[in-house]
């Protein structure tokens, strides 16, 4: 057998383009669907695990799959903005403890994520390096966001500006980094977190600005009617908070009032989760709640429908390829017809070159298969990876 | 060596016979095939070689009945005894000169190649004058290398019935006489015995006896037509 192998190999080797090309061939075919299987495979389950991990999410009333995607990786759109008043609702249930989360801003291409302390704990996020944020103005980074903009603890960050032409809308804020998350290999790692009030100070709903009654600000000053000031543009507006003018910071109108884009209820038991979901139902109802399991099942149910249709198309590719790879093998055989006939005349034995036409197929065969298992075994290995790098990113 | 008793064949698609009712060639006899093409000398060389079995008749060679033995026997009997030269060589492209002359050790289990069987075959193709183009293709060898091949991978098993279908008749007059010399020698050497078919009638003072196929030739069946039979 051995001798066969080899005269196998040496066919194979001096017709070395024809097999490097039937061999990819059949490790492409056989690579493509094992390799999507594990991707969608991998993907469902990172996806799954977030959604998983989620119990509860309230917000305005729209599109269910955008409040997930913006609450739990920080993607899509801003859904629908709610209120503060939604959090505030939430805990007055005593059915579960709100987290409010306000992801609308960046900071050089990093979401700022508005939340409370609450959202460390309920994530199991650890702190790495420095502390979480304590004060109005400070932000702690996940590990690919310290990381992608090379920051650390004490180091400053500015928000982006929502639009270079939108003089009257959201200025940027220079934050001071508190600290630096551990990696949780989660859409976290990428993402900027600060104080929710921070996030309002963003928005320009909280601001600071030089004192009015001071004597250096006299001439800002257009009217005095009692304790209200009215002054002009020319007002400095506090752009960094610092310990000096961090008691200027100061809210305007009703705090329940303040946007929020989603809030996580953290339902204390299953009960209260039933309970719950039961209060959002309403008619005249403006949250909605969902379940970010259910909501990301139906999106992967759609991503599985499609997979089944790449499958379908890849098989029929697969079929082509091996009818096209018979082809190739027969004609070869036709070909080489005379050489068989010399090695039946000089008494070669027929299981030997019946073995010798086969074998040269087999290690075609295998040859690609194995290939196709290494790929796919490296893709499973590192697709993981990949995926959380690209739900992070 | 050889002895063949009334012996009748005929090609199933054809109207082609040939019938050869005695014909005995000694031990070491060293004996020429002659005749008009498609005569059947080719044929006469497959029958002896139990590559084709007669209808009739007995093919005795080696002191072997070939024409009884089955289909494994006689291929085992080919590749074990005998020594098998054609007129196109029939190398294998994607063989190197050495792979195609221990060929017959590869595709048969009764065969063992060793270490003494692979420096034989560097030692005949170095007697042969193409000991450096071991690792060369066929396709970068002249006519007469590629032919010197292939009488090597015939003498490889030593054999000591050489059966040579025209092995000059693609070579050049001074190829002709080295292939022919280097056949004749190893029969001189190793007492076999050569019959070799032809058509050039400057080779046959060399041969101690020259057969003249046209006596076998029957075509009161039909013709004969078609090219070598």
């Not at chain 1, 009215?230 to 910071?249: D, H």
Request: hydrophobic residues 45%; proline residues 4%; contains cysteine.
């Amino acid at each position: 057998m051995r001798d066969v192998l080899y005269l196998a190999w040496r066919y194979l080797a001096y017709h070395r383009l024809n097999t490097l090309i039937l061999t990819g061939s059949i490790t492409l075919i056989v690579f493509l669907p094992a390799a999507l299987n594990v991707l969608v495979g991998q993907s469902a389950r990172e996806l799954t695990a977030r959604a998983e991990a989620t119990p509860l999410l309230v917000g305005a009333k729209g599109s269910p799959l955008e409040l997930v995607l913006s609450s739990l990786y920080f993607e899509s759109d801003t859904p629908a903005l709610a209120t503060y008043a939604l959090a505030v609702r939430l805990k007055e249930t005593g059915l579960a403890l709100p987290v409010p989360l306000y992801v609308r801003f960046q900071a050089r291409g990093h979401p700022i994520v508005g939340t409370t302390l609450d959202y460390f704990g309920f994530r199991r996020l650890r702190v790495a390096a420095g502390r979480t944020m304590a004060v109005l103005g400070e932000c702690v980074l996940g590990s690919a966001a310290a990381e992608g903009l090379d920051l650390e603890p004490g180091d400053s960050l500015v928000s982006s500006p929502e639009s270079v032409f939108d003089l009257a809308g959201v200025y940027p804020l220079k934050m001071k980094v508190a600290g630096v998350l551990a990696p949780s290999y989660t859409a976290d790692d990428r993402a900027v977190f600060v104080d929710l009030k921070t996030a309002w100070v963003i928005e320009g709903l909280v601001h600071g600005h030089q004192d009015l009654s001071a004597p250096e600000a006299a001439s800002t000053v257009l009217k005095r009617t009692g304790d209200t000031i009215t002054a002009n543009a020319s007002v400095v507006q506090f752009n960094e908070i610092t310990a000096e003018n961090i008691g200027s910071f100061h809210f305007h109108g009703d705090l329940s009032d303040y946007p929020v884009s989603a809030v996580i209820a953290i339902p204390h038991d299953h009960k209260s989760s039933t309970i719950l979901m039961g209060r959002y139902e309403g008619a005249g109802e403006v949250s909605q709640i969902v379940g970010p399991e259910t909501v990301m099942t139906e999106l992967l149910g759609t991503v599985f429908t499609v997979q089944g249709f790449v499958v379908a198309a890849l098989a029929l590719v697969a079929l082509a390829t091996a009818a096209t790879a018979a082809l190739v093998f027969l004609l070869s055989y036709r070909l080489r017809r005379r050489e068989i006939e010399t090695m039946v005349k000089i008494g070669g034995a027929r299981r030997s070159i019946a073995a010798l036409l086969v074998s040269e197929v087999l290690v075609v065969l295998v040859t690609g298969v194995l290939l196709a298992g290494a790929l796919t075994a490296l893709t499973s290995r590192f697709g993981s990876e990949v995926i959380r790098g690209v739900l992070t990113s | 060596m050889i002895e063949i008793s009334n012996l009748r064949f005929r090609y199933p698609e054809g109207e082609f016979a040939l019938d050869v009712p005695e014909l005995v060639v000694e031990r070491g006899e060293r004996v020429a095939v002659i005749g008009p093409s498609g005569s059947g000398k080719t044929t006469l060389l497959h029958l002896v070689a139990g590559i084709r079995t007669p209808q009739a008749g007995r093919v005795v060679a080696r002191e072997v009945e070939v024409s009884a033995l089955d289909e494994a026997g006689r291929r085992d009997f080919r590749i074990r005894y005998l020594g098998l030269i054609f007129q196109e060589f029939e190398l294998l492209e994607y063989l190197t000169v050495l792979d195609n002359i221990l060929l017959p050790y590869r595709i048969a289990p009764i065969l063992r190649l060793g270490r003494d069987v692979r420096e034989r075959a560097a030692a005949l193709a170095c007697a042969v004058g193409i000991g450096d183009k071991l690792r060369r293709y066929p396709d970068r060898l002249s006519h007469g290398e590629r032919q010197r091949v292939a009488v090597c991978r015939a003498l490889l098993t030593q054999p000591d019935l050489l059966l040579a279908d025209e092995p000059t008749g693609n070579l050049d007059p001074a190829n002709k006489g080295k292939v022919l010399e280097i056949l004749l020698d190893y029969a001189e050497a190793h007492g076999a015995t050569l019959v070799t078919v032809t058509h050039d009638h400057d080779l046959l003072p060399s041969f101690a006896r020259v057969i003249d196929f046209k006596d076998f030739y029957d075509l009161s069946g039909g013709s004969g037509e078609g090219g070598e039979r």
